[in-house]
């Protein structure tokens, strides 16, 4: 007889793969949906591996060992990413592939749990630690103690804050009705990602004074098939929320093509690279607009989407990077940082330090400072 858990397993599949099945056809329209399918796809691995556990399949398919324990570690990086894909916050770092980095403690996982590689040689290790630490006395084996809660619950702990960082951060920056929808969307899924690991530790917690296990993953996997449900009704009630950016929601009505946007972005960043228009403070969009002879809200459209940026923190780049070298030219030395702030286009030393501090993470000062100590080099 088919128990309940696998019913509800079988049943998170099915809603994963289906909803799965409605957003590759758009995996190339940007990233959030890729995200967002990624982390579908992490949903039916998880519960497939659950579903194979339950049947007794992983006995025989010994090559699936570690897959468990590895997927738990997938979660976090892939709602982070999303996130950030989701309110349209572009990779700043010059490392091609950056964002792989996040990934590397599942890798690592899957090392060590491995039938191929390392499983036999971190039991062994595990089961000396149980051996000697006498606390580790439960129905859980050293492996889930340490894999599935001790090392996952940091793991949590730290992509919860970092996208909780992310949201307020935003929140700072944008104070608008499509914002405020997608925060409180991201919010939603952060809520779930620490539920699960907090039904978990409630589990560890009742142990002791139960004769069943709490957790049995039977209730996290009925939360994972309720998580999936939730995720499947608000996309089919608004899938803006789930799968367009924050900024290119105001311009879902724009007629301007990709083609388009890519060629007033090369004629915008060869204007501000050759002409220095930056350098005025008085300089708006519509001054820029003029000089270009491209539509106001184009311009804004193009450095929204193509950017990742709002107008004024995309001149603002521009008169930071300038600054920088102004601050480590000995031949500025005489500037005041209110003078250097007025010559790269600032209107006042306040608005300057907050740019400044808000790019760099130090002020002007400290930023001059750290520059002498270090043989004045940028």
């Not at 608008?176 to 560890?204: M, Q, R, V």
């Not at 519509?286 to 709002?310: C, F, M, P, T, Y």
Request: aromatic share 14%; charged share 20%.
């Amino acid at each position: 007889m088919i128990s309940l858990s696998v019913v509800i397993t079988i049943i998170g599949i099915v809603q994963a793969l289906f909803l799965l099945g409605l957003i590759v056809p758009r995996l190339n329209k940007n990233d959030p949906i890729a995200y967002a399918a990624l982390l579908l796809l992490i949903f039916v691995i998880d519960f497939s591996m659950y579903l194979l556990i339950n049947i007794r399949l992983t006995e025989s398919g010994y090559f699936l060992l570690g897959l468990g324990e590895t997927t738990l570690f997938l979660y976090g990086p892939v709602i982070y990413l999303y996130s950030k894909s989701l309110l349209g916050i572009k990779n700043e770092s010059k490392v091609k592939y950056s964002e792989l980095i996040h990934f590397m403690p599942a890798v690592i996982v899957y090392i060590l749990l491995s039938p191929f590689l390392f499983r036999e040689a971190t039991f062994s290790g595990l089961n000396s630690l149980r051996e000697n630490l006498p606390f580790l006395v439960s129905v859980y084996t050293a492996e889930e103690l340490v894999f599935d809660f001790l090392l996952w619950y940091l793991h949590v702990l730290i992509y919860f804050s970092i996208s909780l960082k992310l949201l307020a951060n935003q929140k700072k920056k944008k104070n608008d009705p499509e914002s405020s929808s997608h925060i409180k969307w991201i919010k939603s899924l952060l809520l779930g990602y620490f539920l699960f690991a907090f039904i978990n530790t409630i589990g560890i917690l009742l142990d002791p004074y139960f004769d069943f296990r709490f957790t049995s993953y039977k209730v996290l996997n009925a939360f994972l098939a309720f998580h999936v449900f939730v995720i499947s009704y608000i996309g089919f009630k608004n899938q803006s929320i789930l799968f367009t950016p924050i900024n290119k929601l105001r311009y879902s009505k724009s007629t301007l093509s990709d083609n388009k946007k890519k060629e007033y972005l090369a004629t915008i960043l060869n204007y501000f690279e050759h002409s220095q228009p930056y350098l005025d403070q008085d300089l708006t969009l519509k001054k820029v607009a003029s000089h270009l002879d491209i539509l106001q809200n184009h311009v804004s459209q193009v450095i929204n989407e193509e950017l990742g940026k709002r107008f004024s923190e995309f001149v603002n780049s521009y008169r930071i990077q300038l600054a920088k070298k102004h601050l480590a030219d000995p031949s500025k030395n005489m500037l005041t940082i209110e003078g250097i702030a007025s010559e790269v286009g600032f209107k006042s030393k306040s608005s300057f330090n907050t740019a400044f501090k808000r790019d760099t993470g130090v002020t002007p000062s400290s930023f001059k400072k750290n520059l002498t100590s270090k043989g004045n080099s940028i």
